[in-house]
């Protein structure tokens, strides 16, 4: 049955409970994700129970609710701004239109309103929580921190503040007051948040208190024996602590156990690399750049080892890598530097090899686009820009999926439109990982879903679709950063992939469009 739920775009910081659940009863043999013509007539039930005198406050902020949940969020704003003409001095339906804007992604909407919201109610923290949460999506860092602040100022250990908070304090340089945080939450949580716990004992292991960062991980590692990242994050604070041996020791645990982790490939690199162990630190690298290949710390330091090994042409290759992923780090670019000139050309032999890596001002993306198309290409294509790292991810020159930083994760999408439950989610995600763990590779979300429920293959085609629009159009808006195209392993078509062509030409469209009513695309992305 179709059931209100706490969204999960922002959690309430404020003490204020949530209003009890409400349902909506459907026939014992509808389907259980309605279809448009159920979510049509759960519409204007909906909107016709507030026809007639003006209907109570507790009426209407359920009945956006219900209309948010079913994506008629357009009704759901009408309701809410509705409720506030006729209940104006009510905080409950500024606190929804802020939410709600934020579970549409509209930050800067979601800003306008809680801060316009806050000078009517200086003290309600839910508005504070959600002017932090419009803020951090603006990566206005400091702004954010401010309004958390006036969290934790009337309530210290409120939990989801001081775990919002710790990350923040981090970012802008306070490592100690986002320490201060985590020992809250930690505190607060009497201990049995493993999260919490180990964000704590990495943060102490950064912060040079190794002593007691080693002893908490050693405990959630403890508790947490067949935990792959568990023992990976202990490994990497003996490393921190110079206990080399037992940090190799520790990352082969956490591989033994996740045969595939990045993070402990690249920490068990770095042990070898201090241990000066050249060979076995390139490996390391060489594999945690496979795992991970939309990050620049793999090929990054195995380009330091190939150096090193006195391979320079393939350190520079795996350090242009990473300046392709990381187009502004200094580091690279000081390594780079350090290498001796490239050796002069042969004089005939064959054509090079085309290598693609690129920066977006002299090579425009859509012509990198059309040439992987072209040339049936398989593998990953990850642009790099100041907002953060986008990948296009292709199969035989199709698009399967996508993804950039302003983008949310198909399977929050697919849960906020109710085409799948939160727990369906939750176990597609854990076969994909049996699937990696097994070594087959997992298929896409999109395709694990669509073998578990055929009967739902247009509307999950469709979100997809719409995901990988998102993503490459905001991707297309950058103006500069870099690209890099890693290949990858022969396999068969998926059973969603697009073709490229199709969604060029569906994003000039919908540009046309905006263009026609006056809102050109984003250029300062």
């Known amino acids: 049955m179709f059931r209100r739920v706490l969204r999960q775009a922002e959690k309430k910081l404020g003490s204020v409970k949530r209003r009890p659940t409400a349902e909506l009863k459907r026939g014992d043999d509808a389907a259980d994700v309605p279809g448009a013509a159920a979510l049509q007539a759960v519409r204007q039930s909906l909107l016709a129970s507030l026809q007639g005198k003006s209907p109570s406050l507790e009426r209407m902020l359920d009945t956006a609710d219900e209309l948010a949940v079913a994506g008629f969020a357009v009704d759901a704003e009408h309701v809410l701004r509705r409720a506030l003409e006729i209940y104006p001095a009510s905080v409950e339906p500024k606190r929804e239109l ?15 309103i809680s801060l316009r919201a806050i000078d009517q109610h200086p003290s309600d923290l839910e508005l504070h929580g959600m002017a932090a949460a419009a803020y951090e999506r603006l990566g206005a860092w400091i702004e954010a921190s401010n309004h958390l602040a006036a969290v934790l100022a009337a309530d210290s ?29 930690v505190a607060a949580t009497q201990g049995r948040d493993v999260d919490a716990l180990t964000a704590l004992g990495i943060a102490l292991s950064g912060n040079g208190d190794h002593a007691e960062a080693i002893q908490m991980l050693s405990e959630v590692a403890g508790n947490r024996p067949d935990s792959g990242s568990a023992h990976a994050d202990l490994a990497m604070a003996l490393l921190s602590a110079g206990r080399l041996h037992e940090a190799v020791a520790g990352f082969s645990e956490a591989l033994r156990l996740d045969p595939r982790s990045a993070q402990a490939y690249c920490g068990l690199g770095l042990a070898y690399q201090q241990l000066e162990r050249w060979p ?55 390594a780079l530097e350090s290498l001796p000139p490239p050796a002069p050309a042969a004089p005939a032999a064959a054509a090079p090899v085309p290598r693609f890596i690129g ?17 049936h290409k398989t593998g990953s294509l990850v642009v790099s820009s100041r907002r953060g790292a986008g990948i296009v991810r292709l199969v035989k020159g199709q698009v399967t999926s996508a993804s950039a930083p302003g983008v949310g994760r198909l399977g929050e999408a697919l849960v906020a439109r109710s085409i799948i439950s939160r727990a369906q989610l939750d176990a597609a995600l854990a076969q994909q990982r049996r699937d990696d763990d097994d070594g087959d590779g997992s298929e896409t979300l999109g395709d694990l879903l669509i073998r578990s429920r055929p009967a739902d293959r247009e509307p999950l085609t469709r979100v997809v679709f719409q995901q990988v629009l998102d993503a490459m159009e905001e991707m297309l808006g950058w103006k500069e950063g870099a690209f890099s195209f890693h290949p990858g392993g022969d396999r068969g078509m998926p059973i969603i992939a697009f073709d490229l062509q199709n969604v060029m030409l569906e994003i000039m469209r919908l540009a046309d469009e905006r263009d026609a009513t006056g809102r050109p695309l984003e250029e300062n992305r």
């Open 98 to 112: 802020a939410r709600l804007a934020l579970e549409t992604n509209d930050a800067q909407r979601a800003l306008h």
């Open 157 to 185: 250990v409120n939990i989801l503040a001081n775990r919002r908070m710790a990350p923040i304090l981090d970012r802008l340089g306070d490592r100690n007051g986002s320490i201060d945080c985590l020992r809250r939450l």
């Open 280 to 334: 076995e630190a390139a490996e390391s690298f060489k594999i945690a750049e496979e795992l991970a290949p939309d990050t620049a710390v793999g090929p990054f330091n195995l380009g330091l080892a190939l150096a090193e090994l006195d391979q320079p042409e393939e350190a520079r290759r795996a350090l242009l890598r990473a300046a392709a992923l990381a187009p502004g780090d200094s580091e690279i670019r000081a």
């Open 359 to 375: 920066d977006i001002k002299s090579f425009a993306l859509p012509e990198v686009l059309e040439f992987l198309r072209l040339q």
